[in-house]
T-cell receptor
């Protein structure tokens, strides 16, 4: 069964550095999402992406964050100038249609030191 | 107040027991999702429903739109069912899922 893959599984970075989290969604899916889960807390929506543009973003998704689908297969989340509070598990998800079940990747655990 | 509330927060059971996890929500929804989060962190979609009942193997999900309530049932529970079960909802005209805090289930042999 096709799956969403995320790399790396764990990223450690120093405060102030930029990180890029990578995702390969399921190939025929059209809707892409990033979610994050701070340790011990619930999962939170960051951004949705469709037709090569952001369709919705949360208050969390400020100018520090950006998303890109550079080559038709990868879907990336860039975090500029990371802060300690950016430490979390970041999940990529995709779906074939807007109202269909999401397929999640296994997540990237980001640790900012 | 959280828009999506789950109960209980933690649940332990003996293998073979019937499990029920509840989810209540306070917003209008277009769909409700039940998700399973494994100890390693990965999330798997179990059900997406907007009315009635769905069954997959030993798992059953029900939803009552009027009462804004959904339940996830596990029949003949097994230690491999141990995970966090998360309820999440789609509201109208939005892409985002709103998540509950999850129910941690441990099934002992």
């Amino acid at each position: 069964e096709p799956e969403v893959t995320q790399t790396p599984s764990h990223q450690v970075t120093q405060m102030g550095q930029e990180v890029i989290l990578r995702c390969v969604p399921i190939s025929n899916h059209l809707y892409f999402y990033w979610y994050r889960q701070i340790l011990g807390q619930k999962v939170e929506f960051l951004v949705s992406f469709y037709n090569n543009e952001i369709s919705e973003k949360s208050e969390i998704f400020d100018d520090q964050f950006s998303v890109e689908r550079p080559d038709g297969s990868n879907f990336t989340l860039k975090i500029r100038s990371t802060k300690l509070e950016d430490s979390a598990m970041y999940f990529c998800a995709s779906s074939g249609e807007r109202d269909s079940p999401l397929h999640f990747g296994n997540g990237t655990r980001l640790t900012v030191t | 107040k959280n828009e999506v509330e789950q109960s209980p927060q933690n649940l332990t059971a003996q293998e073979g027991e019937f499990i029920t996890i509840n989810c209540s929500y306070s917003v209008g929804i277009s769909a409700l999702h039940w998700l399973q989060q494994h100890p390693g962190g990965g999330i798997v979609s179990l059900f997406m429903l907007s009315s009635g009942k769905k069954k997959h193997g030993r798992l059953i999900a029900t939803i009552n739109i009027q009462e804004k309530h959904s339940s996830l049932h596990i029949t003949a529970s097994h230690p491999r069912d141990s995970a966090v079960y998360i309820c999440a909802v789609n509201t109208f005209n939005t892409d985002k899922l709103i998540f509950g805090t999850g129910t941690r289930l441990q099934v002992f042999p």
